[in-house]
């Protein structure tokens, strides 16, 4: 007899609620007298069906039994979440890369694959006497640029920043790297990421790195075209 | 729990004295005729009389090994169960009806109370944890509401497969989480009320030896 077989998952319970037929359920109490895993059987399914009057009772279960209702937030949450994405995707896009990586040692820290970038272009940038001339670039890829210090030591170590330009050395930082101390031939030597920046007007510097903010730093004006 | 009565003193029920017999543990079985009975120690004498009938057997030689006492005992308890529930046609397990069962709790001792709510906690989280919806309803329809495995498959567009896929899985986590517990076993109090029950009725029916 299939159904009185103890291993039917559905037979303890259809035992417990009088479905089986007298002789299944004959059969069923013969094998519940001899198997103690039948018995631990019933017991689970009665502490069950107690469990859940109980939940009846106390007039939790119609909650259970309902679909869990959307929060009332969560459309406003998927829509920041939309919003969000969308403006870190422009950012991403469109705005100028984080500082450490616009300006760099060497091509291959501005590198995005395993290749580095080709170097377009070479420029030497020294203080004059008078006006400092600007020096204009194209923004076609990564710009060597040499800078020579105009306090030459070799003890001194350097921090190289370049920001947006309006003359007065207080525009907004748009990339920096610790540059290090002077090469052999007096120059530091940077690597502008030049295609990650808008057109328009830039300023680099170079000041020693244990100085204050207020240190006087060489200042190069350049002009992305 | 395991019930572990002591028999020493009952020579001649058992065969081979000193030997002890373990009564297993019966608080679902106690829970539900306290539940249909409506009385909590009404289920206790309906226990007690289950274990008195199978001394009585055991006595006539009617259960061959003292070892089988256990499930001879949940068997007459069980017995007593679908009596009950065939007497007493008010116990409401029809799914359409809204009747209020009987309150089980009023009568229940506070130990017999913490257990079943205990139950209770555990029957929500397994409710909880079974998704969709339609499942949890199955699980209440068919072991709260009894309805048949049928009826059930038809009105929510089941195979038998799933559905004894649902309870097959229901049945595993619902151990698992008593186990974790510690509720597969019955409370201490279970023991002693047991041993004490044993040693009342079988001074009452006269199977000591005088």
């Given at each position: ?13 259809r ?9 299944e ?13 039948l018995?631990d ?5 009665l ?11 106390r ?7 309902r ?10 949450a998927?829509?920041?979440a939309?919003a969000?994405?969308s403006?870190?995707t ?8 984080s500082?450490?990586?616009l ?9 995005s ?19 400092a001339?600007?020096?204009?670039l ?30 007065t ?5 748009v ?9 052999a ?5 940077l ?13 680099v ?5 244990a100085a ?14 | ?35 249909i ?35 001879y005992?949940?068997?007459?308890a ?15 397990i ?10 089980a709790?009023e ?6 109370s913490l257990e ?15 998704h ?14 009894e309805e ?25 986590r619902?151990?698992e989480l ?5 509720l ?12 004490t029950?044993l040693?009342?009725?079988v ?6 030896p005088a």
């Amino acid at each position: 007899m299939a159904s009185t077989q103890p291993e039917a998952e559905d037979l303890v319970p259809r035992y417990l609620a009088g479905q089986l037929t007298p002789a299944e359920s004959e059969a069923f109490e013969r094998a519940l007298s001899e198997r103690a895993e039948l018995r631990d059987q019933t017991e689970q399914a009665l502490k069950l069906k107690e469990g859940l009057a109980r939940l009846r009772e106390r007039g939790e279960l119609d909650a259970l039994l309902r679909a869990p209702a959307r929060p009332r937030w969560l459309p406003y949450a998927a829509a920041a979440a939309v919003a969000m994405i969308s403006l870190a995707t422009l950012a991403w896009l469109y705005l100028p890369r984080s500082a450490s990586s616009l300006l760099a040692l060497s091509p291959q820290q501005l590198a995005s694959g395993e290749r580095p970038p080709p170097v377009v272009a070479s420029y030497v940038l020294a203080r004059m006497r008078g006006t400092a001339p600007v020096t204009e670039l194209g923004r076609a890829g990564v710009v060597e640029l040499r800078v020579l210090p105009s306090m030459l030591s070799s003890a001194v170590s350097y921090r190289a920043q370049i920001r947006t330009g309006d003359g007065t050395g207080r525009g907004r930082v748009v990339g920096e790297v610790d540059a290090g101390r002077a090469a052999a031939d007096g120059y530091v030597t940077l690597y502008l990421d030049a295609a990650q920046l808008p057109p328009g007007d830039y300023e680099v510097s170079l000041s020693p790195s244990a100085a204050g903010p207020d240190a006087q730093a060489d200042r190069f004006p350049l002009r992305l075209r | 729990m395991e019930a572990v009565a002591g028999m020493e003193a009952t020579p001649s029920t058992l065969k081979s004295p000193g030997q002890q017999v373990i009564l297993r543990n019966m608080a679902g079985l106690r829970a539900q005729l306290a539940r249909i009975t409506g009385s909590s120690e009404l289920a206790a004498d309906l226990l007690q009389d289950a274990v008195v009938t199978a001394l009585q057997k055991l006595n006539a030689g009617e259960i061959s090994d003292a070892a089988h006492l256990d499930g001879y005992v949940y068997r007459v308890a069980l017995n007593h169960l679908r009596n009950h529930r065939r007497k007493n046609r008010s116990y409401a397990i029809d799914a359409r009806s809204v009747a209020e069962p009987t309150d089980a709790t009023e009568t229940a001792l506070p130990t017999e109370s913490l257990e079943a709510d205990q139950w209770a906690q555990l029957a929500k989280r397994l409710l909880q944890e079974v998704h969709p919806v339609r499942d949890r309803e199955l699980l209440v329809r068919f072991y709260l509401r009894e309805e048949s495995k049928e009826e059930l498959c038809h009105e929510l567009g089941l195979t038998e497969s799933h559905f004894n896929r649902v309870i097959y899985r229901a049945r595993h986590r619902f151990r698992e989480l008593l186990e974790r517990r510690g509720l597969t076993k019955s409370d201490f109090v279970s023991i002693v009320a047991m041993v004490t029950l044993l040693g009342h009725s079988v001074s009452l029916h006269g199977i000591y030896p005088a």
